[in-house]
């Protein structure tokens, strides 16, 4: 099987981000997403989106061929997104909590299906004032996309832990780098996927909770990775919203070389470890406790180790299939990242300096076209 992979397929790119829409005068979240979503729908049609709450507007790119088009493509939505709400008086912030609003003042937008997500778990869903960023990457073949995906969970945790960038939930410091988690949480099928021999017993499974009224559509799977019922991907969940474009995209590239790095050795009949997913849930906690800043622990050796030697270790497993995608550059922007800290450690150091968390949203505010 080796023979059939002297060169490695594209593995194309979505990225889908969601922002906070913030009054400057107040710095409070403001339920006005419904206007900058209309505005947005001349020039980016479908690229723009409402979501549950008001204050909240979803972005995804279109189908990327490299990370350099998926670049290119979120700095462009990011401009768009901060140029319409200018003109509604409005600024754009890209982290996965407000430092302290309150999702009771929020607004649910007027959809059918948010409704009726609303009617299924009452204030669970009311109370889902998270924001996140999904990247999707393209595999053909199911089984193959299966494979990766009971495989690609032991590196959630890692991935998870660059992102971190929710330590604050209305008006306090939560001792998390990323409350979001937690919020999100209360939602039924949520948090790591179970592990799946088969597509077909994949697909068992989902019939069972069509049929017994649990869902009444698969994407109602919201797991932490979920091969995506209605797209050719695999689509990770679980990274907190990054304060720049540069970080979005660096976490991107990352994901997309474990998935070729994973599909690599799969196609070498090199097989990669399963470990249980109970397991891969306690380092997925202590990422969002600690972040950068903590220990995760090392299966094979059953030890804890810091977990900056385990993303060193990472970026080691990956590194020879990064040249070939093109994203050594995006990849390497991961030692910045541990240098300057996650955007949770960033908020934090703001809020020491000045004890105000207005400054913080001042701060997330900021960042947001950084980079473009």
């Not at 099987?1 to 829409?21: D, H, N, R, S």
């Not at 890209?94 to 937008?109: G, M, V």
Request: net charge negative; glycine share 6%.
């Amino acid at each position: 099987m080796c023979a059939l992979i002297k060169k490695l397929p594209q593995f194309t790119l979505g990225v889908e981000e969601e922002y906070q829409i913030i009054d400057p005068e107040t710095r409070d979240l403001r339920s006005h997403m419904s206007k900058i979503v209309e505005g947005g729908k001349i020039q980016l049609r479908e690229q723009v989106k409402a979501e549950m709450h008001q204050s909240v507007v979803e972005v995804g790119t279109n189908v990327c061929q490299n990370v350099a088009e998926a670049r290119k493509e979120v700095a462009f939505l990011r401009n768009k997104i901060s140029e319409l709400a200018g003109n509604q008086n409005l600024v754009v912030g890209a982290a996965s909590t407000h430092p302290f609003a309150k999702w009771q003042d929020q607004e649910i937008t007027d959809d059918p299906r948010y409704h009726n997500i609303v009617n299924e778990l009452k204030d669970i869903a009311r109370s889902n004032l998270i924001f996140g960023m999904h990247v999707h990457v393209g595999i053909e073949n199911r089984e193959i996309a299966l494979q990766l995906m009971n495989q690609a969970c032991y590196f959630l945790p890692h991935i998870y832990a660059l992102t971190t960038n929710s330590p604050f939930w209305e008006g306090r410091n939560t001792g998390f780098k990323a409350f979001r988690a937690k919020v999100f949480a209360k939602f039924p099928r949520t948090g790591l996927p179970e592990y799946f021999d088969s597509v077909q017993s994949y697909d068992n499974f989902l019939e069972i909770l069509v049929k017994t009224n649990c869902i009444d559509n698969p994407k109602k799977i919201w797991w932490d990775l979920r091969m995506h019922p209605f797209f050719s991907t695999i689509e990770f969940r679980i990274c907190d919203m990054c304060l720049t474009v540069n970080e979005t995209i660096c976490v991107v590239a990352l994901i997309q070389a474990v998935v070729a790095k994973l599909y690599k050795l799969l196609m070498s009949n090199t097989s990669f470890n399963i470990y249980r997913i109970a397991l891969i849930r306690e380092n997925k906690f202590r990422a969002a406790r600690n972040g950068l800043e903590g220990m995760l622990i090392d299966f094979g050796k059953k030890t804890e180790v810091p977990t900056t030697d385990l993303i060193m270790e990472l970026l080691d497993f990956i590194d020879d299939v990064v040249d070939e995608l093109g994203s050594r550059e995006e990849i390497n922007y991961v030692h910045t990242i541990l240098k300057n800290g996650t955007g949770a450690d960033q908020q934090l150091a703001v809020f020491e300096k000045t004890n105000d968390l207005k400054q913080v949203v001042d701060f997330i505010t900021g960042k947001f076209n950084e980079g473009i």
